[in-house]
């Protein structure tokens, strides 16, 4: 079982960035793909970016494509969302999740990560 927690979450204005870092407990944690989501207002939860075990596979859904990136140190147990560019439209409720399923591509519906943070408020101001 995996416990995560996330942090750095805040109030940016447009343009600006912030680091989003999600902390895992547990001794398996490089056993899982992981995977950032967010969820504005009213609105369901989407997928942001994922990355595979190791670090070397990363996918970003195609509205964050060069402005976020996700990264992973395994051995701190931690897992991170650097975005910059950052528009009024990317304010939501950020996630991450962990995935302990064996897949050939990266999961990117919440229905296949197993387990997820509390979550943290990103506020971007126009």
């Known amino acids: 079982q995996v416990q995560l927690v996330e942090s750095g979450g805040g109030l940016v204005q447009a343009g600006g960035s912030l680091r989003l870092s999600c902390a895992a407990s547990g001794r398996t944690f490089n056993s899982y793909a992981m995977g950032w989501f967010r969820q504005a207002p009213g609105k369901e939860r989407e997928f942001v970016a994922a990355?595979?075990?190791?670090?070397?596979?990363?996918y970003y859904t195609d509205s964050v494509k060069g402005r976020f990136t996700i990264s992973r140190d395994n051995a701190k147990n931690a897992m991170y969302l650097q975005m910059s560019s950052l528009k009024p439209e990317d304010t939501a409720v950020y996630y991450c999740a962990a995935d302990g399923n064996w897949r050939t591509k990266l999961a990117v519906l919440t229905t296949e990560y197993n387990y997820w943070g509390q979550g943290t408020q990103v506020t971007v101001s126009s």
């Open positions: 990355i595979n075990w190791s670090g070397d596979r990363t």
